[in-house]
């Protein structure tokens, strides 16, 4: 993916003034910001469910987008949610699907209906849709939001294995407690994108 002095506005209020970022096959990076600092925006428009004032976002097309807030229907199940998505995606099969639900210790769930489960166990559900047809890019908003310490662990063991293969993500989240998984990762403050270990944002 290749970003090029992206702006959004809302308003007067200018939230990205200038963001550019490259992310290469194989590359793991992230971008950390304070709660209202442009992450959520920023990402919207690199799904390209929202469209930039100017600049220009180059993506392969095939991407897996997992949003902080979980687009699931609460009185559907597990099982339901990767049938629609199955049809949505034109995947002949759920096997990628299942195995990501035992990756994630969570496939006891299948059946049960979205409305009765956890946030954390509904924020798997949000990434194995957003992973099951196998996409060379992934933009994650707050991926292990609600994980405990397993699952958060068993994240960063999916995540390392599919950059092996040659996949790219972009994690964005309000904090960072391990920055060792990252092959690169920046701030976002005052609607720019520099380096984290640069703490004057001089790029």
Known sequence: MEVGDVHKAYGRHRVLRGVDLTLYPGCLAGVVGENGSGKSTLLRILAGQLTPDRGVVVSPGRMGYCPQEAVLNPAFTVDQHLHFFQVAYGLPGLDRAH?????LRFAAYRRHRIGTLSGGTRQKLNLVLALMHDPPLL?????????DWEAYQ???????????SGCSFLVVSHIVYDTAPFDRLWRLADGRLVPADDPAGTG
């Not at 195995?99 to 990756?103: A, D, G, H, W, Y």
């Not at 068993?154 to 092996?164: H, I, M, V, Y």
């Open 99 to 103: 195995e990501l639900l035992e990756v």
């Open 139 to 147: 933009l994650l908003d707050e991926p292990y939001q609600g994980f």
């Open 154 to 164: 068993r994240f960063w063991e999916l995540a390392d294995g599919l950059r092996a």
